[in-house]
């Protein structure tokens, strides 16, 4: 193969989508000769994606062809968890997994739990035939929460939806937050538009605890605690109010509770939000300086920054921002965190919720399932989980507080089925696996939550060996169990039609493989905010409603820096540049880039625990120990060690990875994880002398 194959008369191309779970959600085109993909590009006519993908979907062959891809179904024959498993017919594997959910949903259905989550963002290869499968048996409803939830909650109560900003009017902001996003790492397609900005005299400014490669780019970072960028959205506001940097006319006509804000915000002089956060207080004034007297002035929000107690809370304060200066007023001016909620997706007519009757499920938290898989039948609880199907997601190794994740995953009484394409630490604990299909070789519809166009992916190569398509695997058990709505059998092309609905062009997804939904260029301009008041509401009614505050506060973190004595320093654990959560760790080139689990942490705490650089060092609190290799860095502030994800347990030196160390402990506001807030002790790894974590905690 040589670098001129895109030619058409070598190979001919296929247009797709990426389905990480990536706000760039990128246009593909895949080069396939003699029925082999030989490469993955970005598709140049795909104005978001411009041609350019990320080194990780560049490898996106690499990971298919993977030598480890499961290509059959397999069935366990050593202990559970043990990783041994044996061939077998897909016939006997789907008569033994209809038989037993069978047999289990006969007595209780909500007994029965499905576990997914993003490892597609595909609106088929994700919650359709699967949702329709588990409505239709009664099964436990799975509330997905693990990434977005506190954040999405937030933005629902401050201007009433996840809408935002256009991506692409970021390049003619003056002045840019980039705030708990490492947008090199992680929206790599929004930076291109920030570089644009800069070139054109835009002032970048990072809100990150980490010194990420992204902080390092900008002309300014505030190197926060974690969890207390809502103190700091006080004191801007308390900042904006006192030197009257505010849009008076457009707080009048378009938001709602400015006098209880503005009377939240004066307890937040600079002052007390520098001792909060850990931050020079001249760098807070001046941040608050440039919010309020340069226009057009932009944020870009990213999750990274709500996965901590205060993270809705911290949202909402963020999101008031824009709303105090007027910046919507312009195009590239507001905030972004997610465009999702522009789509009009019609997920009722997918997931088919109606096939539940009368029945009204229990709904299992996703982010606390080390949690409910150890618990016994109860009336609070309902029944003890008997079975677990997973799909599009690895809990083992990406939900919180692994060793009951682990626990509960080990549990000879419990029956788990994984549709997976790799091995990973849950596969490792399944009864059967079965073997999926990757993007390559199957049909789909993606939108977005970095941008606002619907794309469609199709096929390019026949299924490997004998995987199959998520839909096809979940059609074939409802065929088993006797569900015979005509649901069950529409294959995935009209599943496509059903998810993109009419008011997209579905034949120009067909011809160009993605089509642009139509959207004001500045949505909030005008007010116009999908709340109940149409305003943006500093003030919540629904939430006072609840008993909640219905103004944003700082809530100090769980875990706050320095509550714990025994455990001083706070730990993050954001993405990995060459991972998407936890996939591509078993692709050698990307892991190679990555080397192994380390921990970043400042020179003072490495030398007052006499860690060098290098060292072999554990990680412990109360929950658990993880053994990694401690890197003196200058991208860790004092008191803060960041270790990066999401390996995968068993490349860890001790078969652990960072969520040995978090907790299963929800944000205020949407029940979501709340990874970056979590105290630890670091210390020097002298093998011999290991304790164990109750040990060293005593
Ligand atoms: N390469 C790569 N890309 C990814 C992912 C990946 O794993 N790898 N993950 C994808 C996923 S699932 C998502 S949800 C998206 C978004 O993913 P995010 O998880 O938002 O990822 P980042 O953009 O890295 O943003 C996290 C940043 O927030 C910082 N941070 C941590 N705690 C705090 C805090 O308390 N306050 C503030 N201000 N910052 C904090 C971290 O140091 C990090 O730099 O990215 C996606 N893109
Ligand atoms: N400590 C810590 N933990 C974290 C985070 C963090 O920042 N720090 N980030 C959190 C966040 S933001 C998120 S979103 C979650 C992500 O958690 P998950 O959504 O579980 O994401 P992945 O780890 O990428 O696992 C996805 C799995 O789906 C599989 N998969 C992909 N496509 C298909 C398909 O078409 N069919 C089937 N059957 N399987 C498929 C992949 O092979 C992969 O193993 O992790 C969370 N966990
Ligand atoms: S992971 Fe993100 S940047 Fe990479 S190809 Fe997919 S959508 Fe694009
Ligand atoms: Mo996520």
């Known amino acids: 193969m040589n670098s001129v194959t895109a030619s058409p008369s070598v190979g001919h191309t296929v247009r797709g989508a990426c389905p990480h779970d990536c706000p760039d959600t990128c246009a593909l085109l895949t080069t396939v000769e003699n029925g082999v993909a030989v490469r993955v590009q970005g598709n140049p006519e795909h104005p978001a994606t411009a041609g350019v993908l990320c080194t990780k979907v ?40 209809a038989a037993r959910l069978g047999a289990i949903a006969a007595r209780n259905p909500e007994a029965v739990l499905p576990y997914s989550y993003a490892g597609t963002m595909g609106l088929v290869q994700g919650e359709a035939m699967a949702a329709r499968f588990f409505h239709r048996m009664g099964a436990s409803l799975l509330d997905r929460t693990i990434c977005s939830a506190a954040g999405g909650e937030a933005l629902l109560y401050t201007i009433g939806a996840k809408l935002g900003m256009r991506v692409e009017f970021f390049a003619e902001s003056r002045l840019i937050l980039i705030w708990g996003s490492n947008s090199i790492t992680s929206n790599l397609h929004f930076w291109r538009h920030a570089q644009e900005a800069k070139r054109r005299g835009a002032r970048l400014v990072c809100i990150d605890p980490r010194r990420t490669e992204t902080a390092e780019k900008c002309h300014e970072h505030l190197q926060l605690l974690p969890g207390t960028d809502a103190a700091l959205a006080l004191a801007l506001m308390h900042e904006l109010i006192t030197h009257d940097w505010i849009d008076r006319d457009y707080i009048e006509r378009h938001t709602l509770g400015f006098e209880a804000l503005a009377a939240r915000a004066l307890q937040w002089p600079p002052e007390r939000a520098a001792e909060v956060c850990g931050l020079p207080v001249a760098q807070i004034r001046a941040l608050a300086q440039a919010w309020g007297t340069t226009q ?12 901590v107690r205060g993270g809705g809370n911290a949202v909402r304060a963020i999101a008031c921002l824009p709303a105090l200066t007027g910046a919507w007023r312009h195009r590239a001016g507001g905030l972004l965190l997610s465009s999702s909620g522009a789509f ?9 919720p109606d096939l539940l009757g009368t029945r009204r499920p229990r709904t299992i938290n996703m982010s606390t399932i080390g949690d409910d898989l150890l618990r016994v039948a109860s009336s609070g609880f309902g029944p003890k989980i008997e079975a677990l199907v997973v799909y599009n997601s690895n809990p083992v190794a990406v939900a919180p507080e692994s060793a009951k994740v682990v626990q509960g995953f080990a549990r000879e009484d419990l029956f788990t089925v994984v549709l997976e394409h790799f091995r990973t630490d849950t596969a490792d604990h399944a009864d059967f696996i079965l073997p999926a299909t990757t993007q390559l070789e199957h049909w789909d519809i993606h939108t977005s939550y970095g941008h606002t166009d619907v794309l469609l992916n199709r096929p390019a190569i026949a299924p490997l060996g004998q995987a199959r398509p998520n839909t096809e695997i979940f059609r074939a058990l409802a065929t088993r169990m006797g569900y015979t709505e005509a649901c069950f059998a529409d294959d995935d092309l009209t599943l496509c039609r059903t998810a993109v609905g009419a008011r997209v062009d579905f034949e120009r997804l067909l011809a160009q493989g993605f089509a642009p939904l139509e959207l004001p260029e500045a949505p909030f301009a005008e007010g116009n905010f999908p709340t109940p008041s149409g305003r943006c509401e500093f003030w919540s009614e629904r939430l006072a409603a609840q008993g909640l505050d219905g103004l944003p506060d700082h809530l100090p973190n769980h875990e706050a820096s320095g509550s714990d004595p025994r455990h001083p320093l706070a730990m993050i654990s954001p993405p990995a540049r060459h991972f998407l959560n936890s996939s591509f760790v078993n692709v050698e080139s990307l892991r190679a880039s990555e080397g192994e689990p380390l921990l970043e942490i400042h020179a003072t705490d490495a030398a007052a625990r006499g860690i060098a650089d290098g060292d072999e060092v554990r990680v412990y609190n109360d929950r658990g120990s993880h053994r990694c290799i401690a890197r003196i860095s200058p991208r860790a502030r004092a008191g803060v060690v960041n270790g990066l994800g999401v390996w995968w347990r068993k490349f860890g030196r001790d078969g652990t990875n960072v969520n040995e160390l978090t907790s299963q402990r929800l944000t205020d506001l949407g029940r979501g994880p709340t990874f970056y807030d979590c105290l630890v002790e670091v210390e020097r ?9 109750a040990e060293g905690c005593a």
């Open 58 to 97: 560049a490898r996106y062959p690499e990971r298919t062809y993977h030598p480890d891809r499961v290509l059959q179904p397999l069935k366990r024959s050593g202990p559970k968890g043990s990783g041994q498993f044996t061939p077998v017919s897909w016939d006997e594997a789907l008569d033994t997994i």
């Open 296 to 307: 057009p002035a932009a944020i870009r929000l990213n999750y990274g920054m709500q996965r």
């Open 344 to 352: 009009p997706i019609d997920r009722a007519a997918l997931h088919r």
């Open 685 to 693: 790894f002298a093998p011999g002398a290991q304790r164990s974590a």
